[in-house]
Protein backbone atom coordinates (compact mmCIF):
# COMPACT_ATOMS: atom_id res chain seq x y z
CA UNK A 1 0.00 0.00 0.00
CA UNK A 2 1.49 3.29 -0.59
CA UNK A 3 2.37 5.35 2.08
CA UNK A 4 0.01 8.23 3.25
CA UNK A 5 0.78 11.86 2.53
CA UNK A 6 0.46 14.75 5.41
CA UNK A 7 -2.21 16.75 3.78
CA UNK A 8 -2.46 20.64 4.57
CA UNK A 9 -4.52 22.91 3.21
CA UNK A 10 -1.31 24.95 1.54
CA UNK A 11 -0.97 21.73 -0.44
CA UNK A 12 -3.93 22.63 -2.47
CA UNK A 13 -1.83 25.46 -3.66
CA UNK A 14 1.34 23.66 -4.43
CA UNK A 15 -0.78 20.99 -6.70
CA UNK A 16 -4.22 22.31 -7.66
CA UNK A 17 -5.06 24.34 -10.60
CA UNK A 18 -6.17 27.84 -8.66
CA UNK A 19 -9.48 28.34 -10.07
CA UNK A 20 -11.32 27.56 -6.72
CA UNK A 21 -10.20 28.84 -2.75
CA UNK A 22 -11.29 26.07 -0.59
CA UNK A 23 -11.75 26.97 2.77
CA UNK A 24 -9.36 27.08 5.36
CA UNK A 25 -10.02 23.51 6.98
CA UNK A 26 -10.07 20.75 5.68
CA UNK A 27 -13.18 18.17 6.09
CA UNK A 28 -12.46 14.46 6.87
CA UNK A 29 -15.77 13.22 7.84
CA UNK A 30 -19.73 13.79 7.37
CA UNK A 31 -22.47 11.75 8.93
CA UNK A 32 -26.26 13.50 8.76
CA UNK A 33 -25.52 17.39 8.54
CA UNK A 34 -22.37 17.27 10.73
CA UNK A 35 -18.94 17.35 9.63
CA UNK A 36 -15.32 17.55 11.14
CA UNK A 37 -12.16 18.82 10.22
CA UNK A 38 -8.97 17.28 10.21
CA UNK A 39 -8.55 19.13 13.84
CA UNK A 40 -11.78 16.68 14.79
CA UNK A 41 -13.96 20.35 14.84
CA UNK A 42 -17.33 19.90 14.39
CA UNK A 43 -19.52 21.98 11.94
CA UNK A 44 -23.10 22.24 11.01
CA UNK A 45 -23.72 21.27 6.86
CA UNK A 46 -26.50 24.14 5.48
CA UNK A 47 -24.31 24.23 2.29
CA UNK A 48 -25.47 20.44 1.32
CA UNK A 49 -22.14 20.32 -1.34
CA UNK A 50 -23.96 23.13 -2.71
CA UNK A 51 -27.50 21.28 -2.90
CA UNK A 52 -26.41 18.23 -4.11
CA UNK A 53 -26.52 16.12 -0.34
CA UNK A 54 -30.00 15.96 -0.02
CA UNK A 55 -29.97 12.92 2.31
CA UNK A 56 -26.92 14.86 4.11
CA UNK A 57 -23.45 12.88 4.30
CA UNK A 58 -23.01 8.99 4.60
CA UNK A 59 -26.84 8.10 4.68
CA UNK A 60 -27.07 4.63 5.68
CA UNK A 61 -29.16 3.83 3.18
CA UNK A 62 -26.75 5.03 0.21
CA UNK A 63 -23.91 3.71 2.19
CA UNK A 64 -26.09 -0.10 2.22
CA UNK A 65 -26.65 0.14 -1.52
CA UNK A 66 -22.98 1.82 -2.82
CA UNK A 67 -21.29 -0.91 -0.63
CA UNK A 68 -22.97 -3.56 -2.30
CA UNK A 69 -23.09 -2.80 -6.00
CA UNK A 70 -19.58 -1.96 -5.43
CA UNK A 71 -18.86 -5.42 -4.46
CA UNK A 72 -21.22 -6.32 -7.74
CA UNK A 73 -20.47 -4.39 -11.01
CA UNK A 74 -18.96 -1.03 -11.39
CA UNK A 75 -18.87 0.01 -15.25
CA UNK A 76 -19.47 -1.32 -18.52
CA UNK A 77 -19.71 1.56 -20.86
CA UNK A 78 -22.44 1.99 -23.12
CA UNK A 79 -21.34 -0.94 -24.99
CA UNK A 80 -24.00 -2.74 -23.24
CA UNK A 81 -26.68 -1.14 -20.60
CA UNK A 82 -27.12 -2.37 -17.23
CA UNK A 83 -29.99 -3.18 -14.70
CA UNK A 84 -29.19 0.22 -12.18
CA UNK A 85 -29.58 2.30 -14.77
CA UNK A 86 -32.73 0.66 -16.36
CA UNK A 87 -34.61 0.72 -12.45
CA UNK A 88 -33.40 4.35 -12.39
CA UNK A 89 -34.63 5.40 -15.77
CA UNK A 90 -38.12 3.62 -15.40
CA UNK A 91 -38.25 5.39 -12.01
CA UNK A 92 -37.94 8.55 -13.22
CA UNK A 93 -40.42 8.24 -16.03
CA UNK A 94 -42.72 6.76 -13.93
CA UNK A 95 -42.43 9.52 -11.45
CA UNK A 96 -42.39 12.82 -14.02
CA UNK A 97 -43.83 14.14 -17.72
CA UNK A 98 -40.71 11.78 -19.27
CA UNK A 99 -40.62 8.97 -21.82
CA UNK A 100 -37.35 8.36 -22.02
CA UNK A 101 -33.81 9.86 -19.93
CA UNK A 102 -30.09 9.76 -21.32
CA UNK A 103 -27.82 10.02 -18.27
CA UNK A 104 -24.43 11.34 -17.69
CA UNK A 105 -22.26 12.66 -14.94
CA UNK A 106 -23.13 16.59 -14.27
CA UNK A 107 -25.38 19.41 -14.24
CA UNK A 108 -23.07 20.52 -17.64
CA UNK A 109 -23.40 17.62 -18.95
CA UNK A 110 -27.24 17.33 -18.93
CA UNK A 111 -27.78 20.62 -20.29
CA UNK A 112 -25.30 20.19 -23.17
CA UNK A 113 -27.00 17.02 -23.83
CA UNK A 114 -30.69 18.95 -23.68
CA UNK A 115 -29.36 22.07 -25.89
CA UNK A 116 -27.84 19.52 -28.42
CA UNK A 117 -30.92 17.90 -28.37
CA UNK A 118 -33.08 21.28 -29.11
CA UNK A 119 -30.73 22.14 -31.40
CA UNK A 120 -31.25 18.60 -32.99
CA UNK A 121 -34.90 18.81 -32.79
CA UNK A 122 -36.17 22.22 -34.14
CA UNK A 123 -33.35 21.68 -37.27
CA UNK A 124 -34.83 18.31 -38.08
CA UNK A 125 -38.51 19.60 -37.56
CA UNK A 126 -38.41 23.02 -38.72
CA UNK A 127 -35.36 24.07 -40.87
CA UNK A 128 -31.87 24.73 -40.40
CA UNK A 129 -32.51 28.22 -39.10
CA UNK A 130 -33.90 27.35 -36.14
CA UNK A 131 -31.02 27.43 -34.08
CA UNK A 132 -31.40 30.53 -31.55
CA UNK A 133 -31.68 29.96 -28.12
CA UNK A 134 -33.04 32.26 -25.28
CA UNK A 135 -31.92 32.15 -21.50
CA UNK A 136 -32.26 34.30 -18.78
CA UNK A 137 -29.80 37.01 -16.93
CA UNK A 138 -28.00 35.43 -14.33
CA UNK A 139 -29.11 32.15 -15.29
CA UNK A 140 -26.44 29.20 -14.27
CA UNK A 141 -26.85 26.36 -16.63
CA UNK A 142 -22.77 24.93 -16.03
CA UNK A 143 -19.51 25.34 -17.79
CA UNK A 144 -19.02 23.67 -20.51
CA UNK A 145 -18.56 26.21 -23.69
CA UNK A 146 -21.87 25.59 -24.94
CA UNK A 147 -23.47 25.45 -21.19
CA UNK A 148 -21.91 28.82 -19.66
CA UNK A 149 -22.33 30.74 -22.95
CA UNK A 150 -26.27 30.23 -22.63
CA UNK A 151 -25.76 30.97 -18.93
CA UNK A 152 -26.86 34.32 -18.00
CA UNK A 153 -23.35 35.98 -16.67
CA UNK A 154 -20.90 37.13 -19.12
CA UNK A 155 -18.11 36.90 -16.47
CA UNK A 156 -18.27 33.09 -16.89
CA UNK A 157 -18.14 32.85 -20.43
CA UNK A 158 -15.98 36.01 -21.82
CA UNK A 159 -12.31 35.90 -22.31
CA UNK A 160 -12.41 32.20 -23.85
CA UNK A 161 -12.58 33.32 -27.53
CA UNK A 162 -15.51 33.02 -30.32
CA UNK A 163 -18.57 31.62 -28.12
CA UNK A 164 -20.93 29.23 -29.66
CA UNK A 165 -23.63 31.40 -31.47
CA UNK A 166 -27.67 32.46 -31.87
CA UNK A 167 -27.77 33.06 -27.93
CA UNK A 168 -29.62 35.85 -26.66
CA UNK A 169 -30.49 36.84 -23.08
CA UNK A 170 -33.48 38.48 -21.71
CA UNK A 171 -34.47 39.32 -17.67
CA UNK A 172 -35.95 36.76 -15.49
CA UNK A 173 -39.59 36.75 -14.37
CA UNK A 174 -39.40 39.70 -17.64
CA UNK A 175 -42.51 37.96 -20.04
CA UNK A 176 -42.83 41.05 -22.38
CA UNK A 177 -38.85 40.82 -22.74
CA UNK A 178 -39.15 37.48 -24.01
CA UNK A 179 -42.23 38.15 -26.42
CA UNK A 180 -40.50 41.17 -27.93
CA UNK A 181 -37.61 38.22 -29.14
CA UNK A 182 -38.65 35.25 -29.08
CA UNK A 183 -39.70 34.12 -32.59
CA UNK A 184 -40.02 30.90 -35.05
CA UNK A 185 -36.58 30.91 -35.16
CA UNK A 186 -36.40 30.56 -31.48
CA UNK A 187 -35.34 26.59 -30.99
CA UNK A 188 -35.56 26.78 -27.15
CA UNK A 189 -35.81 28.82 -24.18
CA UNK A 190 -34.10 27.27 -21.34
CA UNK A 191 -34.89 28.59 -17.65
CA UNK A 192 -34.42 27.51 -14.18
CA UNK A 193 -37.65 27.33 -12.46
CA UNK A 194 -35.84 28.72 -9.51
CA UNK A 195 -32.93 30.83 -9.87
CA UNK A 196 -29.79 29.28 -7.47
CA UNK A 197 -26.55 30.62 -8.37
CA UNK A 198 -28.43 33.93 -9.51
CA UNK A 199 -29.64 34.99 -6.60
CA UNK A 200 -32.45 32.31 -5.24
CA UNK A 201 -35.21 34.04 -7.56
CA UNK A 202 -38.03 32.36 -8.11
CA UNK A 203 -40.44 32.52 -11.42
CA UNK A 204 -43.72 33.79 -10.72
CA UNK A 205 -46.50 31.50 -11.94
CA UNK A 206 -47.72 34.28 -14.41
CA UNK A 207 -44.42 34.09 -15.85
CA UNK A 208 -43.46 30.31 -16.08
CA UNK A 209 -47.17 30.00 -17.64
CA UNK A 210 -45.91 32.84 -19.84
CA UNK A 211 -42.90 31.04 -21.20
CA UNK A 212 -44.87 28.51 -21.70
CA UNK A 213 -47.56 29.92 -23.93
CA UNK A 214 -45.01 31.49 -25.72
CA UNK A 215 -42.71 28.80 -26.47
CA UNK A 216 -45.78 26.54 -27.34
CA UNK A 217 -47.06 29.65 -30.01
CA UNK A 218 -43.17 29.48 -31.55
CA UNK A 219 -42.73 25.57 -31.53
CA UNK A 220 -40.14 26.40 -29.42
CA UNK A 221 -39.12 23.85 -26.80
CA UNK A 222 -39.14 24.84 -23.11
CA UNK A 223 -36.27 23.41 -20.86
CA UNK A 224 -36.17 23.42 -17.40
CA UNK A 225 -32.82 22.97 -15.55
CA UNK A 226 -33.53 21.45 -12.50
CA UNK A 227 -30.06 21.01 -11.50
CA UNK A 228 -30.24 22.86 -8.20
CA UNK A 229 -33.91 22.99 -8.09
CA UNK A 230 -34.80 19.42 -8.32
CA UNK A 231 -35.05 15.86 -6.07
CA UNK A 232 -37.04 17.37 -3.45
CA UNK A 233 -35.15 20.73 -3.00
CA UNK A 234 -38.53 22.88 -3.56
CA UNK A 235 -40.57 20.10 -1.54
CA UNK A 236 -42.24 18.57 -4.99
CA UNK A 237 -39.77 15.93 -6.75
CA UNK A 238 -38.88 18.84 -9.65
CA UNK A 239 -39.90 22.15 -9.29
CA UNK A 240 -42.16 22.32 -12.42
CA UNK A 241 -44.79 19.66 -10.39
CA UNK A 242 -45.19 22.52 -7.88
CA UNK A 243 -45.19 25.35 -10.17
CA UNK A 244 -48.20 23.82 -12.50
CA UNK A 245 -46.05 24.14 -15.61
CA UNK A 246 -44.61 21.21 -17.68
CA UNK A 247 -41.27 21.06 -19.88
CA UNK A 248 -40.56 19.43 -23.22
CA UNK A 249 -37.09 18.77 -21.47
CA UNK A 250 -36.04 18.63 -17.73
CA UNK A 251 -32.28 18.45 -16.74
CA UNK A 252 -31.17 17.08 -12.98
CA UNK A 253 -27.92 16.37 -11.35
CA UNK A 254 -26.18 17.61 -8.23
CA UNK A 255 -28.79 15.73 -5.32
CA UNK A 256 -29.77 12.83 -7.63
CA UNK A 257 -26.69 11.29 -6.76
CA UNK A 258 -26.84 12.53 -3.57
CA UNK A 259 -22.86 12.81 -3.66
CA UNK A 260 -22.22 10.30 -6.52
CA UNK A 261 -21.74 12.02 -9.56
CA UNK A 262 -24.37 11.21 -12.05
CA UNK A 263 -26.60 13.77 -14.26
CA UNK A 264 -29.82 13.10 -16.23
CA UNK A 265 -31.49 14.80 -19.64
CA UNK A 266 -35.15 13.85 -19.30
CA UNK A 267 -37.74 14.27 -22.34
CA UNK A 268 -40.85 13.20 -24.22
CA UNK A 269 -40.29 10.35 -26.65
CA UNK A 270 -40.94 12.43 -30.10
CA UNK A 271 -38.28 14.78 -28.99
CA UNK A 272 -36.21 11.78 -27.49
CA UNK A 273 -35.77 10.44 -30.94
CA UNK A 274 -34.28 13.24 -32.43
CA UNK A 275 -31.00 11.52 -30.69
CA UNK A 276 -30.15 8.69 -32.57
CA UNK A 277 -27.25 6.03 -31.76
CA UNK A 278 -24.27 7.65 -32.04
CA UNK A 279 -24.96 11.25 -31.88
CA UNK A 280 -24.51 11.99 -28.61
CA UNK A 281 -22.85 10.06 -25.74
CA UNK A 282 -20.60 10.06 -22.63
CA UNK A 283 -17.96 6.99 -21.43
CA UNK A 284 -19.37 6.75 -17.64
CA UNK A 285 -23.00 8.29 -18.50
CA UNK A 286 -25.64 5.37 -17.11
CA UNK A 287 -22.90 4.06 -14.81
CA UNK A 288 -23.90 1.11 -12.49
CA UNK A 289 -22.48 2.54 -8.96
CA UNK A 290 -24.05 6.11 -10.11
CA UNK A 291 -27.52 4.71 -11.12
CA UNK A 292 -27.84 2.67 -7.83
CA UNK A 293 -27.19 5.33 -5.43
CA UNK A 294 -29.49 7.29 -7.14
CA UNK A 295 -32.08 4.74 -6.80
CA UNK A 296 -31.72 4.69 -3.45
CA UNK A 297 -31.94 8.45 -3.72
CA UNK A 298 -34.78 8.33 -5.32
CA UNK A 299 -36.51 5.71 -3.53
CA UNK A 300 -35.78 7.75 -0.33
CA UNK A 301 -36.82 11.31 -1.28
CA UNK A 302 -39.86 10.64 -3.62
CA UNK A 303 -42.24 9.87 -0.79
CA UNK A 304 -45.10 12.01 1.02
CA UNK A 305 -43.08 12.13 4.44
CA UNK A 306 -39.69 13.48 2.79
CA UNK A 307 -41.10 16.29 0.23
CA UNK A 308 -43.84 17.50 3.30
CA UNK A 309 -40.77 17.63 5.45
CA UNK A 310 -39.17 20.23 3.33
CA UNK A 311 -41.76 22.57 3.74
CA UNK A 312 -41.56 22.07 7.57
CA UNK A 313 -38.09 22.94 7.89
CA UNK A 314 -38.70 25.43 5.11
CA UNK A 315 -40.99 27.22 7.65
CA UNK A 316 -38.17 26.43 10.55
CA UNK A 317 -35.31 28.28 8.66
CA UNK A 318 -37.92 31.34 7.70
CA UNK A 319 -38.72 31.58 11.72
CA UNK A 320 -35.37 31.49 12.57
CA UNK A 321 -33.99 33.88 9.98
CA UNK A 322 -36.46 36.05 10.67
CA UNK A 323 -35.68 36.44 14.30
CA UNK A 324 -32.24 36.74 13.30
CA UNK A 325 -33.17 39.28 11.17
CA UNK A 326 -35.55 41.09 13.77
CA UNK A 327 -32.19 41.50 15.71
CA UNK A 328 -29.65 42.53 13.28
CA UNK A 329 -31.65 44.05 10.14
CA UNK A 330 -28.84 42.90 7.95
CA UNK A 331 -31.66 40.97 5.28
CA UNK A 332 -33.95 43.04 3.11
CA UNK A 333 -35.98 39.44 2.49
CA UNK A 334 -35.78 35.48 2.77
CA UNK A 335 -36.55 34.50 -0.29
CA UNK A 336 -36.63 30.59 -1.98
CA UNK A 337 -38.46 27.55 -1.66
CA UNK A 338 -38.10 24.64 0.33
CA UNK A 339 -34.78 24.62 1.65
CA UNK A 340 -33.54 26.42 -1.00
CA UNK A 341 -33.17 29.72 0.59
CA UNK A 342 -31.69 32.92 0.08
CA UNK A 343 -30.86 35.79 2.93
CA UNK A 344 -31.14 38.81 0.70
CA UNK A 345 -28.73 41.34 2.23
CA UNK A 346 -30.10 44.91 3.05
CA UNK A 347 -28.58 47.68 1.22
CA UNK A 348 -26.02 48.27 4.48
CA UNK A 349 -24.32 44.74 3.67
CA UNK A 350 -24.08 45.07 -0.21
CA UNK A 351 -21.25 42.87 -1.71
CA UNK A 352 -20.87 41.37 1.62
CA UNK A 353 -22.06 38.06 1.46
CA UNK A 354 -18.88 36.62 2.04
CA UNK A 355 -18.18 37.67 4.77
CA UNK A 356 -21.15 36.14 6.27
CA UNK A 357 -20.08 32.78 5.25
CA UNK A 358 -16.57 33.17 6.57
CA UNK A 359 -17.75 34.11 9.61
CA UNK A 360 -20.12 31.38 9.75
CA UNK A 361 -17.51 28.88 9.65
CA UNK A 362 -15.71 30.53 12.15
CA UNK A 363 -18.81 29.64 14.17
CA UNK A 364 -18.96 26.10 13.23
CA UNK A 365 -21.43 26.65 10.20
CA UNK A 366 -21.07 25.83 6.47
CA UNK A 367 -23.33 28.22 4.13
CA UNK A 368 -23.26 29.03 0.59
CA UNK A 369 -23.41 32.13 -1.09
CA UNK A 370 -25.35 33.09 -4.77
CA UNK A 371 -23.43 36.08 -5.97
CA UNK A 372 -22.31 38.61 -3.45
CA UNK A 373 -25.84 39.74 -1.92
CA UNK A 374 -27.19 36.28 -1.20
CA UNK A 375 -26.20 33.94 1.71
CA UNK A 376 -27.77 30.75 0.49
CA UNK A 377 -29.01 27.50 2.25
CA UNK A 378 -29.08 24.39 0.99
CA UNK A 379 -29.13 21.48 3.59
CA UNK A 380 -29.62 18.19 3.93
CA UNK A 381 -33.99 17.49 3.22
CA UNK A 382 -33.99 15.58 6.02
CA UNK A 383 -31.77 17.62 8.14
CA UNK A 384 -32.92 17.18 12.06
CA UNK A 385 -34.90 19.77 13.36
CA UNK A 386 -31.98 20.13 16.18
CA UNK A 387 -29.63 20.58 14.00
CA UNK A 388 -31.51 23.53 12.16
CA UNK A 389 -31.63 25.10 16.03
CA UNK A 390 -28.58 24.75 16.48
CA UNK A 391 -26.92 25.88 13.22
CA UNK A 392 -29.56 28.98 13.65
CA UNK A 393 -28.00 29.88 16.65
CA UNK A 394 -24.68 29.56 15.16
CA UNK A 395 -25.63 31.65 12.32
CA UNK A 396 -26.84 34.22 14.56
CA UNK A 397 -23.33 34.16 15.95
CA UNK A 398 -21.68 34.69 12.85
CA UNK A 399 -24.36 37.45 11.83
CA UNK A 400 -23.57 39.28 15.34
CA UNK A 401 -19.71 39.20 14.15
CA UNK A 402 -20.35 40.94 10.82
CA UNK A 403 -22.71 43.08 11.85
CA UNK A 404 -20.75 44.25 15.22
CA UNK A 405 -17.62 44.66 12.50
C1 LIG B 1 -29.05 25.32 -12.23
C2 LIG B 1 -27.70 24.70 -12.47
N1 LIG B 1 -27.46 24.13 -13.66
C3 LIG B 1 -26.28 23.54 -13.93
C4 LIG B 1 -25.28 23.52 -13.00
C5 LIG B 1 -23.98 22.85 -13.34
O1 LIG B 1 -23.91 21.62 -12.68
P1 LIG B 1 -22.49 20.87 -12.58
O2 LIG B 1 -21.62 21.73 -11.73
O3 LIG B 1 -22.83 19.54 -11.96
O4 LIG B 1 -21.96 20.75 -13.96
C6 LIG B 1 -25.48 24.10 -11.75
C7 LIG B 1 -24.41 24.11 -10.75
O5 LIG B 1 -24.40 24.88 -9.82
C8 LIG B 1 -26.73 24.71 -11.48
O6 LIG B 1 -26.98 25.28 -10.30
Not at 95 to 115: M, R, W
Not at 212 to 225: F, M, S, V
Not at 364 to 382: D, E, I, K, Q, W
Request: hydrophobic share 45%; with cysteine.
Amino acid sequence: MSELLAVTRDLFDDVMVPNYAPAKMIPVRGEGSRVWDQTGREYIDFAGGIAVNGLGHCHPKLVEVLKAQGETLWHLSNVMTNEPALRLAKKLVAATFADKVYFCNSGAEANEAALKLARRYAIEQFGEHKTQIIAFHQGFHGRTFFTVSVGGQAIYSDGFGPKPGDILHVPYNDLAALAEVISDKTCAVVMEPLQGEGGIIRATDAFANGVRALCDKHNALLIYDEVQSGVGRTGALYAYQGLGVTPDILTSAKALGGGFPIGAMLTTSAIAAHFKVGTHGSTYGGNPLACAVAEAVLDVINTPEVLAGVKQREQLFRDGLAAINAKYHCFAEIRGQGLLLGAALNDDYQGRSRDFSLAAIEQGLMVLVAGTNVVRFAPSLVIPEADIKEGLARFEQAVAQVVQG
